[in-house]
């Protein structure tokens, strides 16, 4: 059965981000971090398409999300390390926990686990140990493949970013730690002082912008399509959707598609929004609601059962919408069919 909504997503766009992410990250090696089900592209295919173009370091965020990749051949890490209750997964598994607490090393070297990496608070204040702790001997002794921490304004030309480079790199030689990773997708964009040994883009994969660097550079890997439920002729004067919030100027023609907030098309995008009808735009009108999105494409004209996309340019969206780049892609429902091309 065809869904009435669909997701086209562009390996190669995927592909090529990832490869110009690797160039920037200069001699880091360059990961991916495929939590929340790939950003809502689905991780399975995600790490698929990555790894056949060299990817060789993955990100999950919980134990759940690891065992729902299955093998892999490529190293994954869970971030948010090892609970109790995940303790048998991790010891037997194919992922290393990224350690975040004192008691969370304690766990892990009390029940002889293996390999794992940690996180080191360098400033944030949400997940790891801090930088003393480090210093005072918590992790002599573990097996560490990668000794790392996260940046909290790199989207920004803030203060901030420096202090918590500095603090990763007065790290460096203290543990037995392999490698050393602190930039994220904007964290690259920042320059080579910030790529130690391993970056780990997220948004920038699937064609978010946090930075301007990134401007002409990454390319749109998602286009939500719709197909036409009902073209209806609304007369001038006549209003749109619930609350009546957008009124007609003139005789128009209406389009009624299979799409809402349901689906994670935002109903912040109500009366904001932007459509395409064979490469024209045309606004989204009135209310989103759960199931359906309305559009005037008195100038467009388009049938009963044909298709629609909608704006593919995730910073633009945004700044429409007022919602993140991150919730735009992670909110995507399971009701798209998702198809690559």
């Not at 790894?51 to 999950?60: H, I, Y």
Request: charged share 20%; with cysteine.
């Amino acid at each position: 059965m065809t869904a009435p909504s669909r997701l086209r997503l562009d390996r190669a766009a995927l592909v090529d981000n990832w490869c110009a992410l690797a160039r920037m990250s200069g001699t880091a090696a360059c990961g991916a971090a495929v939590k929340a089900d790939g950003y809502g592209l689905g991780a399975r295919a995600v790490v698929t398409h990555l790894a056949a173009a060299g990817c060789r370091d993955f990100f999950v965020a919980t134990w759940a999300e690891a065992a729902a990749l299955g093998e892999l051949e490529a190293p994954l890490s869970v971030l948010h390390g090892v609970r109790a209750e995940d303790l048998e997964q991790a010891l037997h598994g194919h992922a290393r926990p990224v350690l975040n607490t004192a008691a969370q090393v304690r766990r892990w070297r009390e029940a002889g686990g293996g390999a794992c990496d940690v996180m080191v608070d360098t400033g944030m204040n949400r997940l790891g140990i801090s930088p003393a702790d480090v210093h005072a001997g918590l992790l002599d002794g573990l097996t560490i493949d990668t000794l790392m921490s996260h940046l909290a304004c790199a989207d920004e030309d803030a203060a901030m970013n420096a202090r918590q480079r500095q603090a990763l790199a007065g790290l460096a030689g203290r543990t037995a730690a392999r490698r050393l990773s602190l930039a994220n997708s904007a964290g690259i964009a920042l320059g080579g002082d910030y790529a130690f040994d391993l970056t780990r883009p997220g948004l920038a994969l699937y064609g978010g912008v946090s930075r301007g660097e990134f401007a002409a550079i990454i390319r749109p890997v998602v286009t939500i399509e719709a197909q036409v439920l009902q073209v209806r002729r609304v007369p001038a004067g006549a209003p749109v959707g619930y609350n009546a919030t957008w009124t007609s100027r003139r005789d128009s023609d209406v389009a009624i598609v299979n799409l809402g907030y349901a689906d994670g098309y935002r109903r912040a995008l109500s009366d904001r929004g932007t459509a395409f009808v064979s490469g024209s735009a045309v606004p989204v009108i009135g209310r989103v609601s759960m199931d359906l999105t309305a559009l005037d494409v008195t100038d467009c004209p388009i049938g009963e059962g044909e298709w629609v996309a909608f704006d593919t340019d995730l910073a633009r969206v945004s700044a429409a919408s007022g919602v993140s780049q991150y919730e735009l892609l992670t909110g995507l429902g399971a009701r798209f069919e998702r198809r690559w091309t």
